[in-house]
């Protein structure tokens, strides 16, 4: 079975532009997650989708913002990209996002804002 | 509010050394308890999980208790091997009227010297 696929891998944009990042969860997955990983901050939840609803949010800025298909694939875009937002973004699926279940993460798209 | 609190790295030891990575949480409920590991430029690989209290979760050599009565998960493993030089993360999962997310301590580097 497929894992977690992130497209891209890596990206460069500057200050002022917006992106949008891909995930493929694992086939028969739901829930996908989204996670921020930065130096300083760690690694910070983002939000969280099922059958296309957002279930959950952290404490992130309305610039970033996201989405899921009915395919379960998902997308997060951030606009008007600051320096700060430079990070890995890693996508997790699970099967219903049940708190037993296990996220598998995919391998992450590094942004650099320049 | 949850969190976890993981010991400060980095670690550094001998091949053959034994390891133990403190790890303890705050948490509402009764969570679900996670480490992942991180190897250089790729996303977060489960290590092992433990559901309930008094769960010991395995693999490849590491061990992990979830101890209720201390909030504790700490991970260990009886010799260390090169190939287990990179980043761990304990983490606790807890769903919340059907929202959930993973929750990270800050990380542990660990190096491991032939």
């Known amino acids: 079975k497929a894992g977690v696929t992130q497209t891209p891998r890596y990206l460069i944009k500057t200050r002022g532009q917006q992106v949008t990042l891909s995930c493929s969860p694992i086939?028969?997955?739901?829930?996908v997650s989204w996670y921020q990983q930065t130096p300083g901050q760690g690694l910070q939840f983002l939000f969280e989708?099922?059958?296309?609803?957002?279930?959950n949010k952290g404490n992130f800025p309305g610039r970033f913002s996201g989405r899921q298909f009915s395919n379960s694939r998902s997308e997060m875009n951030v606009s008007t990209l600051e320096l700060g937002d430079s990070a890995l973004y890693l996508c997790?699926?699970?099967?219903?996002?049940?708190?037993?279940?296990?996220?598998?993460f995919g391998p992450g798209t590094r942004l650099l804002v320049l | 509010g949850n969190s976890v609190t993981q010991m400060e790295g980095p670690v550094t030891l001998s091949e053959e050394a034994f390891l133990t990575i403190n790890c303890t949480y705050t948490?509402?409920?009764?969570?679900?308890l996670f480490w992942y590991v991180q190897y250089p430029g790729e996303g977060l690989q489960l290590l092992l999980k433990a559901t309930k209290a008094d769960d010991k979760g395995s693999n490849k050599g590491f061990e992990a208790t979830y101890r209720k009565e201390t909030t504790s998960f700490h991970l260990e493993k009886g010799s260390v091997q090169v190939s287990d030089s990179a980043v761990y993360f304990c983490a606790l999962r807890s769903v919340i009227q059907g929202a959930q997310k993973l929750v990270f301590g800050q990380g542990t580097r660990l190096t491991i010297n032939p």
């Open positions: 948490a509402t409920g009764y969570p679900s």
């Open positions: 989708y099922f059958s296309e609803t957002q279930r």
């Open positions: 086939s028969g997955h739901r829930s």
């Open positions: 997790a699926s699970s099967l219903l996002g049940q708190h037993q279940e296990t996220q598998y």
